[in-house]
């Protein structure tokens, strides 16, 4: 069993930023992540990060979101800036692509 809390999301105005951040209660992994699902579409891969720090970035959010680890390495946060509508969505936290957080509402409005 693994518990991750995800805080940090909210409304936004377009070009605003956001941090979201997902605490977990264990320390080993290989891959922390963050995902995202718009209402109608399918859960997508946001951003993801392994043990080693190797990140990934969906092409949408390249250049504008960064994910990162504390020292422990039990929070991954995703820091989100210059949001866009098309960022709106509910973000989950996942570990090793199988643990997955409550999700945090991220809306951006126009």
């Known amino acids: 069993q693994e518990d991750l809390v995800e805080s940090g999301g909210g409304l936004v105005q377009v070009g605003g930023s956001l941090r979201l951040s997902c605490v977990g209660s264990?320390?080993?992994?290989?891959?922390k992540g963050w995902y995202r699902q718009a209402p109608g579409k399918q859960r997508e891969l946001v951003a993801e990060?392994?043990?080693?720090?190797?990140?990934y970035y969906t092409d949408d959010v390249k250049g504008r979101f960064s994910i990162s680890l504390d020292d422990a390495k039990r929070t991954v946060y995703l820091q989100m800036d210059s949001l866009k509508p098309e960022d709106t969505a509910v973000y989950y936290c996942?570990?090793?692509?199988?643990?997955w957080g409550q999700g945090t509402q991220v809306t951006v409005s126009s």
């Open positions: 264990g320390s080993f992994f290989i891959f």
């Open positions: 996942a570990k090793d692509r199988h643990y």
């Open positions: 990060i392994s043990l080693g720090g190797d990140t």
